[in-house]
């Protein structure tokens, strides 16, 4: 180990079988972890880093881009580095919204409406909702966001004829799934969801706060009441440099 005065680094292992920069990277991730870093702390320049490691710049350079590829670090121009916060480990095994999600984890939700209106569905939405082609479904588009930071653009679509007088709701403050529960009576029981990883669109990249090009994760779902109907279908976009979603998955009946 070495010290210089800023914290603790490991000395590396010069033939080791993994490159310098992947030592870097993983002595760097194991002090952020053990809370040697606090979330947004101004990392040691590269320079700093360079000399603490007795590796080149170039060294030091590849091991904080992968850094800020996985989302562990951020780098604000002119300022220097800093260590993100951690990402949010999502569990996909219950059927929780949004605030309840960040609520659990003992942070403040808010939602920002971003349109709220009343539209013909598209295709593909009066399929999923089982509805005639061009029925008017409710649009919710929403910025969510957790202790004032943005993590998900989230578009809800409800048919209209069931629930004709939700958008007299203030949604910026009230919880949608609540809402459905106690005025609608609605009983939400099951979800499906799809996953895929994509590049943020410029007006995402904006409501998101984060820089071109980012990583996001786009998810839709469709969750069902107790008697079987679609109630919603969902299209968010999630900050790939904040989340994680982690499943539970069981063996089949011949193992794996």
């Known amino acids: 180990m070495v010290y210089t005065g800023l914290y603790v680094s490991m000395e590396l292992q010069r033939e080791a079988p993994d490159p310098l920069y992947q030592q870097i990277i993983d002595d760097l991730t194991t002090a952020i972890e053990a809370g040697r870093f606090e979330p947004h702390q101004r990392l040691p320049s590269e320079r700093e880093l360079s000399e603490q490691y007795q590796v080149s710049r170039m060294t030091v350079r590849h091991a904080l881009l992968d850094l800020a590829r996985e989302g562990?670090?951020?780098?604000?121009?002119?300022?220097?580095?800093?260590?993100?916060?951690?990402?949010?480990?999502?569990?996909?095994?219950?059927?929780?919204?949004?605030?309840?999600?960040?609520?659990?984890?003992?942070?403040?939700?808010?939602?920002?409406?971003?349109?709220?209106?009343?539209?013909?569905?598209?295709?593909?939405?009066?399929?999923?909702?089982?509805?005639?082609?061009?029925?008017?479904?409710?649009?919710?588009?929403?910025?969510?966001?957790?202790?004032?930071?943005?993590?998900?653009?989230?578009?809800?679509?409800?048919?209209?004829?069931?629930?004709?007088?939700?958008?007299?709701?203030?949604?910026?403050?009230?919880?949608?799934?609540?809402?459905?529960?106690?005025?609608?009576?609605?009983?939400?029981?099951?979800?499906?969801?799809?996953?895929?990883?994509?590049?943020?669109?410029?007006?995402?990249?904006?409501?998101?706060e984060v820089t071109p090009p980012a990583a996001v994760m786009r998810m839709q779902r469709l969750t069902v009441d107790s008697a079987g109907e679609p109630v919603e279908f969902v299209l968010s976009t999630y900050r790939g440099d904040r989340y994680k979603f982690r499943f539970a998955l069981q063996a089949g009946s011949r193992g794996v």
């Not at 013909?120 to 957790?146: D, G, H, K, N, Y």
């Not at 403050?173 to 499906?192: F, I, K, M, P, Q």
């Open 72 to 208: 562990t670090i951020y780098t604000r121009v002119g300022k220097g580095t800093f260590v993100a916060e951690p990402k949010i480990d999502q569990q996909l095994r219950t059927l929780t919204g949004f605030t309840q999600d960040v609520t659990a984890r003992g942070s403040r939700p808010a939602s920002r409406v971003l349109a709220a209106s009343v539209v013909p569905a598209t295709p593909e939405i009066a399929a999923a909702l089982r509805l005639p082609p061009q029925a008017e479904v409710v649009r919710l588009t929403r910025l969510r966001l957790s202790d004032g930071v943005p993590l998900a653009v989230e578009t809800t679509h409800l048919p209209f004829a069931r629930f004709a007088g939700l958008l007299a709701h203030d949604f910026a403050a009230e919880s949608l799934y609540a809402v459905l529960e106690d005025e609608y009576g609605v009983a939400l029981t099951h979800a499906e969801q799809v996953l895929e990883a994509a590049v943020g669109d410029a007006g995402e990249n904006e409501l998101l």
